[in-house]
């Protein structure tokens, strides 16, 4: 028996309670949890708004996670039993038509990997019910069995507390400033959105040598931390309007790049009027899949050649991705530890959630 965070009825509250694994079938790795972090994705999961997302009850959310590999199943060349791994949403195949068109976000694996439908069947189950993952992981609960593809092996130096980051925020951040696009020395960044995500998104943005990182939200103590991950301006935006002050630091034309992390319409429509000509809008904050972006000069977008684009979870390979993040933070080039604001047991989850609908600090940890 191991316990789980499972929400039990449909926007009900989430309960710590004993679950069943099955044994890791073929393809397959059972990980005892170190560490998983609490993502703003995990609570739309939880409580709706995103159509292609939402998971039927019993449910078990999560998708940053650490641990140790335990078990393998048959025919699984790597990770190894006794490998420290970080969880991955995303599990590449690498040669899908997507891969190899270089969207490996889009892979075809990774979406079969995340229907319950195929593979070897849920993971966990509560008296005899099958269990509703997020994705192919599930990452709150003490013990799990997942696809091999998504338990990236890393480098046992690196804490696991900190490593969970790097399944979600980090990866995402970095990821869609070191994949999606590329900034070159000298551009100007403007970040909305100063929580996991964004802050990732500045402190890559200033490795890349960015010329200003104007940070943007609505809280000071997002505000100030974007200031300690390398932002060179910030933005209050409950006091100003957010495309002029991005040009007031930029100049006339605006920002070459921005980072829209909210998934807040509002913010993505900011996003797009602080992009000068010929500039790119970047979208990562999950929206309600019912929400339109009302645009108000859709001439704008062809006469000055502005580029919108979505970026999944930082764009990138895990496999590849996750163990140069990891390298990075041991080098000391890569802001980790202050991310977490608040570590916190699992079975706190229900207070998890309540501070991260408030706004309240930037991550929290669970740890096992
Ligand atoms: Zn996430
Ligand atoms: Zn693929």
């Given at each position: 028996m191991t316990k789980a965070a499972v929400q039990l009825k449909a926007d009900g509250p989430v309960e710590f309670i004993e679950v069943d694994v099955r044994p890791p079938g073929p393809g397959e790795v059972r990980v005892r949890m170190a560490a998983a972090g609490l993502c703003h994705t995990d609570v739309q999961a939880l409580y709706g708004g995103v159509a292609s997302m939402t998971m039927p009850p019993p449910a078990v959310a999560g998708h940053e996670g650490a641990g140790v590999v335990t078990e393998v199943g048959p025919g699984v060349l790597g990770p190894a039993v006794g490998d420290?791994?970080?969880?991955?949403?995303?599990g590449h195949d690498g040669t899908c038509e997507f891969c190899t068109d270089d969207h490996p976000s889009l892979c075809l694996r990774s979406l079969q990997l995340a229907d319950p439908r195929t593979g070897n069947g849920p993971a966990?189950?509560?008296?005899?019910t099958p269990v509703t993952p997020f994705g192919p992981l599930g990452t709150f609960t003490e013990e799990t069995i997942v696809p091999a593809e998504c338990a990236i092996a890393i480098d046992k130096a690196m804490p696991l507390d900190l490593a969970c980051l790097i399944g979600c925020a980090v990866s995402?951040?970095?990821?869609?400033?070191?994949?999606?696009?590329?900034?070159?020395?000298g551009d100007h960044v403007a970040v909305l959105g100063c929580g996991g995500v964004g802050l990732n998104i500045?402190?890559?943005?200033?490795?890349?040598?960015?010329?200003?990182?104007?940070?943007?939200?609505?809280?000071?103590?997002?505000?100030?931390?974007?200031?300690?991950?390398g932002a060179t301006h910030v933005i209050d935006a409950r006091h100003v309007q957010v495309p002029d002050a991005v040009r007031a630091v930029t100049g006339p034309f605006g920002a070459h790049f921005t980072f829209e992390s909210t998934g807040l319409t509002d913010c993505m429509v900011q996003a797009v009027s602080a992009i000068r000509p010929g500039g790119t809008a970047v979208l990562l904050g999950m929206a309600?899949?019912?929400?339109?972006?009302?645009?108000?000069?859709?001439?704008?977008i062809i006469l000055?050649?502005?580029?919108?684009?979505?970026?999944?979870?930082?764009?990138?390979y895990s496999a590849r991705d996750f163990p140069v993040l990891v390298r990075e933070y041991l080098e000391g080039t890569l802001k980790l530890d202050e991310l977490i604001t608040r570590r916190r047991p699992l079975a706190e989850i229900n207070e998890a959630i309540a501070?991260?609908?408030?706004g309240t600090g930037l991550r929290t940890v669970f740890t096992f």
């Open positions: 420290h791994v970080i969880l991955s949403a995303l966990l189950s509560v008296d005899g995402t951040g970095v990821g869609a400033v070191r994949n999606r696009v590329t900034v070159r020395p500045v402190q890559a943005a200033r490795r890349a040598g960015a010329g200003s990182v104007i940070a943007v939200d609505v809280s000071e103590e997002k505000l100030a931390a974007a200031t300690a991950f309600p899949s019912s929400s339109a972006l009302a645009l108000d000069n859709i001439a704008d000055q050649e502005k580029v919108i684009t979505g970026s999944l979870m930082g764009s990138g501070d991260l609908k408030s």
